[in-house]
Structure formats: C-alpha cells, structure tokens
C-alpha cells in the first residue's frame, strides 16, 4: 500500500476520542522581568514533534475491549534576544514545553503500521493544535509574557477530500 492509500484508510477507520496534556514545563529566568523587558529586542522559537505512538486495549464498563491508538507530540515555545537567534546555544529567558496525547478508537484493529504512521505524521497535529494554542496563551498570560499568535493550522486537502 503506498502512503496516500495508507493514510486515507487510518482517516477512514481511525475516530478521534479524545486529546490531552501529558506533561509540561515552563519557566521565566530570574535574571528577566516580563514586565520591563523591551519585546522589541526579543524573539519567540517554536518546537513541534511527534514523538511517538502506541496501540493500547481498553475495557469498558461492560468489558468488551477496544483497540486504541496514541500519539505523543511535543510543542514548545522559548523567548530570546534577537541579537541571540542565530548563536548555537542562545540564552533562554522563558520557555513553555507541553507534551500532549491524541488519542483514537480503531474501528479496524488490522489496520496496519504503515497507516498508523503516516497517519501519526500527517494529521495528529491538527487535532492536537487547538489545544497547544489555548495552552500557549493561557501560559503567556500566566508568565507575564506577551500572547503568542499562533494561527490556526489548516488540513492540506488531498485529492479532493475536504479532510477531518
């Protein structure tokens, strides 16, 4: 199967059940005050992975067991100094890191690895993005930091297909 009939077959089979954070850090230098600093000499980094996947059985209440399929991404957002951006190891004054999970029901278990990761690259992240924005904001306002625009990510049609 080649990765368009792959990826089309996990949207197909794959429904979304549910998105969350798994762990998070973030923090404010104690050398750097939010509130005096000139935002117009610092610049925001961003970080964007999928980190890896898994196929987990759940039982319900009644005990029948169900396949689900996981996602791991990893986001990030760190502030520097302008003049530092293009320095090999900049000073970091704030930086906020989340790993959220995606999580899926699979309607067909035999759906193959091959889908399972194409569809892992291609589409988790936009199921993940709205919350990753929310978080990012939330914790800029929290931190004293200036509010992060992230845009909203758009689903590249393929061939026609609308996209989920």
Not at 16 to 23: G, I
Not at 68 to 86: L, T
Not at 158 to 163: F, L, P, W
Request: hydrophobic share 35%; glycine share 4%; aromatic share 12%.
């Amino acid at each position: 199967m080649d990765n368009e009939q792959d990826f089309q077959r996990a949207k197909d089979t794959l429904q979304f059940n549910d998105a969350y954070l798994k762990s998070t850090s973030c923090f404010t230098d104690n050398d750097f005050d939010p509130k005096s600093a000139n935002w117009d000499e610092l610049v925001y980094q961003f970080i964007h992975v999928v980190k890896g996947s898994e196929v987990v059985g759940m039982a319900d209440a009644e005990g029948k067991e169900s396949q689900y399929f996981r996602v791991f991404v990893d986001v990030g957002c760190r502030f520097i100094a302008k003049d530092e951006q293009a320095t090999e190891e900049p000073k970091v004054l704030s930086k906020i890191e989340a790993s959220f999970c995606s999580e899926y029901l699979m309607v067909d278990p035999s759906l193959e690895e091959d889908a399972l990761k194409v569809f892992a690259l291609q589409n988790v992240s936009y199921h993940i993005w709205p919350y990753w924005r929310e978080y990012l904001m939330n914790m800029c306002n929290r931190l004293n930091l200036p509010k992060v625009p992230l845009p909203t990510m758009q689903i590249k049609p393929q061939n026609g297909d609308s996209g989920r």
